[in-house]
Each structure stands twice: as structure tokens, then as C-alpha cells.
């Protein structure tokens, strides 16, 4: 996918000439968002961008932010310089050597400014401006560089050098997005079925988190064993003014239980990062680009076209939800169960079938592994190793207000005194 391209400036007049010469790469795809509610659901699967190298710093501009806000414009030793949507690109790469050896660099030792704005027609333009020099009579002036004009493969861009690599907006995780990536493509080396090697991607990922999800599952299973304890303290402190009581109760209840409620939306968070980097690989992977899934999926990158998939998703989603553990009470609980699956299939409607076929995945999984490892245990307040208010005879609450109000009036006599 790469030209090499040199082009001669003759002066062939008598006199010198003062020349600023541009070269420029354009791109006329627009970027397919809907307007209204739709464009807030439909996410943009076709970003048009322009990127620029420049002193080993990149820097991205998409059309609709240079549109509103205006381009860039950035002055140095351009490494490259690319237009580009989310799976093809055409970019120019200087060769500084050569221009070193005949071009105006070599001369004057100047930068090439890399600048990046529309082209009036709703294109995006990319330009390598090499700036004013002058050109004696008879003399040449060379100006060569690279184009890279094709998909954006991972190991096919960092092949090219120059960090071209980069080109691919993995996002906040992109070294763990290129391990995801390299182990697709390892894994499709060795079925040849890119659907398959998805689902082999997703179990393996399953298998690796499977301890902090066993430990999210376990702490989620203890909280959901104490809800009649803490339903009883919700029912014993009832107004605004006993929070602090009812707070001071549930560590109480905490403690002795031995759980820290808490773990059990931890290992969620530590599973974030691996999520996060999973979905910007497959929405970037150029290899799911006109992809056929199986029947009537014949592009991967494009969402399902009878949202079978999407469906099926909320209805795993929502048999998840049943299974998963929860301290809520029955109202919460019914919301979060019928809005969660809704909410997603809405959303997932409209991203890449290749995205949905491994969320689904992922869901199974995780439903199995819910079945396997969650039994329901559940405390009550006569099992329980600590006694509530509510287990106790008016006799004994009578007693315990009395010895604690006694308490409290030895220490306040004692403060006096002091």
C-alpha cells in the first residue's frame, strides 16, 4: 500500500523564482450521524479524521471539531501526515534524508508545516507545506516522500515505520487493545474463521478475569444473604434523623458477617480496563470490514440488519439480571431488571455486529458461571450472630434503653465535674 513519489522543481528561466509548493491529500467521506435522538443513540462508525507526526507527538482532528473549531496548523519535522475514517487511510511521510541531500531542507534547513482543515466541498484536507525558498536559474529542488494508501492494518502501518502505527485510536488502553488484537488474529491463524476466533477471544478473557468475578460473585452472594437484616434495620430506623444510627448499625452488621461491601463492584472496576480496550479493538479492527458473520451477516463492521443479535442480547441481559444477587429493595430491583437489558439493546441496535456477537458471548458465559457458583444463602435474624431490636421483648428493650440512658448521663455528669 506504499508509493514513493518525488517531485522536481527546474527553475528554467533566468532569473531566480520564489516557489511555495503543497502536497495534499484529501478525503471526501462525511461522517454518517444521524441528528436528533437517533444521533445520540447511533454512535459514528465512520469518523472522518486527520492525524499529523510531528516531532514524535501526535495529534488528531476529526471533521465535525474542524468544521466548528477550525484546523490545525503545527510547524516542525513532520513525521507523517494522514487523512483517514475508522478503517482506511491515506497518509504522506516526508523522507528527511533526501531532503536533507537536494531538497529545502537541506538548503536552508527549514520545517515543513503540516496543516489539516476542509476543502469548502465537506471533505477533510491534509497538507505538507514545505514553505518560500528560491530556486536559482537551472537548479532543482527535490521534494520526496512516502504515501501510505490502503486499510488500517496494525501490523501493515507499524510495518511502514514512523510510528505509523499509531494511526489506530485504541483510546486510553491501546497497549492492551494491540495484545487483544494480536491474539485475534493469532487465534483466526488457526481456525481461519473470524467469528470464531471472537468467541475464543471471549472465553479466554472470561477465563482470565474468572477469579475476580468469582470474588465479586461470593461478596455479592454474602450481601444478598443479609438483605432480611437489612430490610429489619431499614424497618427499626425508618426517618432522615436516625441515619447515623442506622449507618453505625449496618458496619455493625458488616463486621460481624465478616463482608465489605464494597467487593463486590471492585473487581468490576479492575475488569474496566480489559472491557474498555476489547470493544475500541474490535470497533477499529479493519479485518471485520465487509466480514460475512454467518446467514445473514455479511459485514461484521455494520450492525445486524434484522437486530437478531441486539434482541437476543437484552433477553441474556435480562435473565443476568435476574440471577445476579441484590441488596435493593423490590421496587429498585424490577427497575434495574426490565431498564439495564432495554437500555442495551437500544444502544447495541446500531454497533457492529462483530461487537454484539462477543458481548453475547460474554453474557452466556457469565450466565453460566452464575448457575455454577451462586447458591442462595440466605440469614435471617434467628440464625444471625447478632440480635436486633426487632428480636428482643419490650422487657429487654425497656432494660437496655434504661442502661443506656444511665450511661449517658454518668459521662455528661463527668464532663461537668471536669
Not at 217 to 227: E, N, R, V
Not at 251 to 278: D, E, R, S, V
Request: with cysteine; aromatic share 10%; proline share 6%.
Amino acid at each position: 500500500y506504499q508509493l514513493s513519489a518525488v517531485t522536481t522543481l527546474t527553475n528554467m528561466t533566468d532569473a531566480t523564482i520564489t516557489v511555495n509548493p503543497r502536497l495534499t491529500v484529501r478525503l471526501f467521506r462525511k461522517e454518517g450521524k444521524a441528528s436528533g435522538i437517533l444521533g445520540f443513540l447511533k454512535p459514528v462508525t465512520q469518523k472522518v479524521e486527520g492525524q499529523c507526526m510531528l516531532d514524535g507527538d501526535l495529534e488528531r482532528k476529526d471533521l465535525h471539531k474542524i468544521i466548528k473549531k477550525g484546523g490545525l496548523d503545527r510547524m516542525g519535522r513532520v513525521d507523517w501526515l494522514s487523512v483517514d475514517d475508522l478503517y482506511f487511510m491515506a497518509a504522506l511521510l516526508p523522507d528527511w534524508e533526501a531532503l536533507g541531500a537536494s531538497g529545502p531542507a537541506g538548503e536552508e534547513g527549514r520545517e515543513v508545516r503540516c496543516v489539516l482543515d476542509t476543502d469548502g466541498r465537506g471533505g477533510i484536507r491534509g497538507t505538507l507545506d514545505f514553505g518560500r525558498f528560491d530556486v536559482k536559474p537551472d537548479a532543482s529542488i527535490d521534494l520526496p516522500v512516502r504515501a501510505f494508501l490502503g486499510p488500517k492494518e496494525y501490523d501493515t502501518l507499524d510495518a511502514a515505520g514512523k510510528g505509523l502505527g499509531k494511526a489506530i485510536d485504541y483510546g486510553w488502553f491501546g497497549s492492551l487493545s494491540r495484545f487483544l488484537y494480536v491474539a485475534l488474529v493469532t487465534f483466526h491463524g488457526w481456525v481461519g474463521n473470524w467469528a470464531l476466533a471472537i468467541i475464543i477471544l471471549t472465553i479466554l478473557v472470561k477465563l482470565v478475569l474468572m477469579p475476580l468475578t468469582h470474588w465479586s460473585f461470593k461478596s455479592m452472594q454474602k450481601m444478598q444473604g443479609i438483605k432480611p437484616l437489612i430490610d429489619d434495620l431499614n424497618r427499626q430506623y425508618p426517618e432522615p434523623e436516625d441515619r447515623e444510627k442506622k449507618s453505625q448499625a449496618l458496619m455493625n452488621l458488616y463486621k460481624t458477617h465478616k463482608i465489605n461491601p464494597l467487593m463486590g463492584c471492585f473487581p468490576m472496576l479492575l475488569q474496566m480496563p480489559i472491557w474498555i480496550a476489547l470493544y475500541r479493538m474490535l470497533s477499529s479492527s479493519v479485518e471485520l470490514y465487509r466480514t460475512p458473520l454467518f446467514l445473514w451477516i455479511t459485514d461484521m463492521s455494520q450492525p445486524d440488519p434484522y437486530f437478531v443479535l441486539p434482541v437476543v442480547l437484552g433477553g441474556s441481559m435480562f435473565l443476568q439480571q435476574k440471577l445476579t444477587p441484590t441488596t435493593a429493595d423490590n421496587q429498585q430491583a424490577k427497575m434495574m431488571l426490565w431498564m439495564m437489558p432495554i437500555m442495551f439493546t437500544v444502544f447495541m441496535l446500531w454497533l457492529p455486529a462483530g461487537l454484539n456477537l462477543y458481548i453475547l458471548v460474554n453474557t452466556v458465559l457469565t450466565i453460566a458461571q452464575q448457575k455454577l457458583m451462586y447458591k442462595p444463602r440466605i440469614v435471617t435474624t434467628q440464625n444471625a450472630s447478632v440480635k436486633l431490636m426487632s428480636d428482643m421483648d419490650p422487657e429487654e428493650i425497656r432494660l437496655k434503653r434504661k442502661e443506656h440512658d444511665s450511661g449517658e448521663g454518668r459521662r455528661t455528669k463527668g464532663r461537668r465535674k471536669k
